[in-house]
């Protein structure tokens, strides 16, 4: 048996539980997830979805029902696109972007309440979401690693209603979150 001798454990330095309540439902205040957002938006929930990245992102594809609005342009438009108060959820590319982080601190400036999707655009697509394109309504398979629900269909196959011919791998993997 190997014996460890660090120096620092996992839980040596550790919030208090009243501590982490606060820093965690906190987070909460600021953040929603793609699934989150889907199940919002399928609910009829009262908010704006505001895609933030550029013209040739957006017209690559884009979450249903978003707006698109630049994050360079959130100044000076916002308040002709979204009427002030209306609470705003606001997504980019994906999380190696902070482009959302900047759209949301823009939008938290201008007086709305604010929360970032995030995963972004990225993973609204990995968990398999229908996103629109200039072809029209596109969907791929749900990524193994974000997503365990049932396969969904891809590319043309989605606009075709076609079965998807798609090889699986059971990583024995699952999430219940």
Known sequence: M????????????VASPIDAIVHFRG????????????AALDDGEPFVLIDTRNDAAWAQGHVPGAVHLPRRDIGERAASVVPVGTPVVVYCWGPGCNGATRSALEFATLGYP????IGGFEYWVREGFAFDTADGLAQRLPDGLT??????????????GAAASVTTIDTGITCAC
Do not use: C, I, W, Y
């Open 147 to 160: 997503n365990v629900a049932p396969a969904g269909l891809t590319g043309a196959d989605a606009m075709t």
């Open 27 to 38: 987070r909460l205040g600021f953040e929603a997830d793609v699934s989150d957002v889907h």
């Open 2 to 13: 190997t014996q460890h001798t660090a120096t620092a454990t996992l839980f040596e330095h």
């Open 114 to 117: 604010v929360k970032e999707m």
